[in-house]
Every structure is written in C-alpha cells, then in structure tokens.
C-alpha cells in the first residue's frame, strides 16, 4: 500500500519541480454566483492561467461536470486574474509532463489525451452557454479555451494567438477543429501558420470575439449577457446549445429530426406553458424585461 506523501515532502518535490509550495497547492479556479451565473476565474497569474498542469485541467473538469448536474446554473462566465486570460501550456512544465521528458512518444500521445484533451470534450459537450471574458492574453492552448466557450467579449487589453508553431508544434487540444469554426479556414491558417498575435479590434473584425469592452466593463459586460441569457427557461437554453453544437457537423434532415424532437419536449415544459400564456395575456413584455 502506497504511503500518503506528508505536506513537508508535496513542499520539497514542488521546490525541485521549480515551484513555489504556494503555487502549486493554491486552487487553479474559484467559483461566484450570481443568481443563476456562474463565474469561474482561473486565478493563477504567477503561471499567467496556464491550463496544461493536471490540476488545472481536473478544476475545469469538475467545474464542468458540477454545472451539468446543477440545474439552477443556466449560464457561465469565464475569465481570468493578472494580466493574462490563459498562457495555455505551461512551458516549465511541458517537456515533463507531456513532451520528450516522458521518453517515448507513445506516452506523449497518451499523456495528451488522458489530458488536456478532455478540456474541449468537457466544454462542448457542457450543456449551457459559455461566456470567455477575455481580460488579457490567450495564447495557444488559452486561445483554444476561449474558443470552446460560446461567446467571446475581449478587453481591450486581450491578445489572441494560435502560437503553436512558434515552439515547433501543432494546435493538439482541438484548436484546429475550433478556429476555422469561427473564423473561417483562410484566418483560421494565418493564425496557425504564422503564431502572430492579434489585438482585440483585430479579433473582433474576424469575428473571434463578439464584443470588444474597456478593461474595467469586462466583466460586467459578460455577466450582464449572461443574465439576459439566464432568464430564459432553462430546459429551452440547454436544448438550444445542443442544437448549436449538432448543426456544426450534422446534415439538415439529421438535425430537423433532432429539433423536431427536442420541440416536442420544450412544448410539454411547464416554462413553455407560462411563456405561452403570458403572451396571449398580454404580459409578454413584462418578461422580456
């Protein structure tokens, strides 16, 4: 049976790895709740969010899986603290924990799929709407995360960089399936051929972000469009996104099938029914405030 390692030797072995005990003890993601919002902040700016560590990732994962089985949460806001939204790798780390540390390539691919991976498996298949408020930087695999969510707001303040290349390597936690998503295959390759970073007014004209904010409205902004997005029926929004994401890869019949079904659920919510009966009463307004 394996001894549990004391706190004294989780200290000495982050020392040796080049990190503070700090550092790698504190919580990657905290979480705040406003009404049906929830906020999740990476809060680790020493790494500048760097999502490649393990304990990075697992935060995400059971962010995700929580809000899946959390019914009250209709939407989430996403950001950072520091100067970046996420450096994703961490390039102190990499060679060790994914890359030539670990020996042979075989352990490389598995190492990637038995993590970092399931980061955009998670979010896409998170049942409700993703806001990235992105308050600075996100670079590479940073970038990938802010494409898994559904809607992007950038600060002014925000980079975006599909910088892969630029340490000799290729987009492998999805980035290549998301960014000719949003941008387009013509931008989608620039971005990835040449590792340049665009600035936030550049993102926006690409269409990588919807909305480009002054820092300090950053998150007011998104948790305001979150909140216009949480008051709608819950089992609508949920089966919306869903719809969403199907459409992306799906042919017409396939998802006209798939809608016609989950329609017939949306119409025998009692959300509907209220809805309904508000509009032919004449109180449509009062809920759409």
Not at 68 to 80: C, F, I, P, Q, Y
Not at 113 to 138: C, W
Not at 162 to 189: M, N, T, Y
Not at 197 to 219: K, W
Request: glycine share 8%.
């Amino acid at each position: 049976m394996n001894a549990i390692p004391s706190p004294d030797s989780l200290s000495t072995a982050a020392r040796e790895a080049g990190v503070e005990p700090e550092q790698s003890m504190a919580p990657f993601l905290e979480q705040t709740r406003h009404g049906h919002v929830l906020v999740l902040t990476m809060n680790r700016p020493q790494t500048h969010n760097a999502v490649s560590d393990p304990d990075a990732i697992e935060a995400l994962l059971a962010a995700c899986a929580q809000i899946n089985a959390d019914h009250e949460v209709r939407a989430v806001v996403l950001t950072g603290t520091g100067k970046a939204f996420s450096s994703g790798g961490n390039v102190k780390t990499l060679r060790d924990q994914v890359g030539s540390g670990l020996g042979v390539p075989a352990l490389s691919r598995h190492a990637y799929r038995d993590g970092i991976q399931r980061l955009p498996l998670a979010l896409y298949n998170l049942e409700v709407p993703v806001i990235a408020a992105v308050n600075g930087h996100a670079i590479g695999a940073g970038n990938d995360l802010a494409c898994m969510c559904d809607v992007r707001i950038a600060s002014t303040e925000a980079r975006f960089a599909c910088s892969f290349i630029k340490l000799g390597l290729i987009p492998g936690d999805g980035g290549a399936w998301l960014l000719p998503r949003i941008v387009g295959r013509s931008i989608a390759a620039e971005m990835a051929f040449t590792g340049r970073a665009v600035d936030a007014f550049q993102a926006l004209d690409y269409g990588l972000v919807s909305q480009v904010v002054a820092p300090e409205q950053l998150l007011s902004t998104a948790l305001a469009l979150a909140e216009e997005i949480a008051a709608h029926p819950p089992h609508a929004l949920r089966m919306t996104k869903r719809l969403l994401r199907e459409g992306e890869h799906t042919r017409l019949d396939t998802l006209l099938e798939l809608s016609a079904a989950l329609q017939a659920l949306a119409h025998h919510t009692p959300e509907h029914e209220e809805r309904l009966t508000a509009f032919a009463s004449g109180r449509a307004k009062a809920i759409a405030r």
